[in-house]
């Protein structure tokens, strides 16, 4: 049985630093891309970011593009997410899931999308307030 999970999350002040972790259970995270995605109280879930099974390469929402890091140790089956500069907006519970495909990072249209993922963890809460 496949599992992630997530943690690091907390409660900052704009501009603060969050370092969330996905460790994977259950498969060998290196032959599987692993996403990020978010969800605000009322909103859909949104993809933050992706990194492949190599960690060769990774994807961006344009939302946190310049202020967030993917990075992955597959030594350890974990995958890291860095986010600096933190805002308000980017208040909600962080999930990460795997591929179900295989290595690549899913992009659609530019995007990521939780359909093409599977396994998703209980997820980590992120809040950003003054």
């Known amino acids: 049985q496949v599992l992630l999970v997530e943690s690091g999350g907390g409660s900052v002040q704009p501009g603060g630093s969050l370092r969330l972790s996905c460790a994977a259970f259950g498969l060998t995270a290196g032959h599987y891309a692993i996403g990020w995605f978010r969800q605000a109280p009322g909103k859909g879930r949104e993809g933050v970011s992706c990194?492949?099974?190599?960690?060769?390469?990774?994807y961006y929402a344009d939302s946190v593009k310049g202020r967030v890091v993917i990075s992955r140790d597959n030594a350890k089956n974990t995958v890291y997410l860095q986010m600096n500069y933190l805002k308000p907006e980017d208040t909600a519970v962080y999930y990460c899931a795997a591929d179900r495909y295989g290595d690549q990072c899913p992009l659609l249209g530019g995007m990521i999308h939780a359909t093409d993922f599977r396994s998703w963890g209980v997820g980590t809460q992120v809040a950003v307030s003054s």
């Open positions: 990194i492949s099974g190599s960690g060769r390469s990774s």
